[in-house]
């Protein structure tokens, strides 16, 4: 079973950069692709970035696209959220997860990590 845990949130001024971390253990390539979610006060939540565990392959929310990359580093079983460019919309807390099905059906959330955009 893949367990995931997200690190890397912080405070930082609108324009600035974070990078966000999920350190992956089990065997990850039994997943379709790993996503990053966020869920901001108030609002559903949602998924803003997410690659493919077999060939690396990305996609993007329109909101982000652009200002976030995502990456993975096989040797280290991490992927990573570059976020450039904040905006205080940004404000969430960030999740990674199985991204291969709807939210709606994904039953197990970790305990995410803060990004919040303030000046």
């Known amino acids: 079973q893949v367990q995931l845990v997200e690190s890397g949130g912080g405070l930082v001024q609108p324009g600035g950069s974070l990078r966000l971390s999920c350190a992956a253990s089990?065997?990850?390539?039994?997943?379709?692709?790993i996503g990053w979610f966020r869920q901001a006060p108030g609002k559903e939540r949602e998924r803003v970035s997410c690659i493919s565990m077999s060939d690396g392959s990305t996609n993007y929310a329109d909101s982000v696209k652009g200002r976030f990359t995502i990456s993975k580093d096989n040797a280290k079983n991490t992927v990573y959220l570059q976020m450039n460019s904040l905006k205080l919309e940004d404000t969430a807390v960030y999740y990674c997860n199985e991204a291969g099905a709807p939210i709606a059906t994904i039953q197990y959330w970790g305990q995410g990590t803060q990004v919040t955009v303030s000046s």
């Open positions: 089990g065997l990850t390539l039994d997943y379709y692709a």
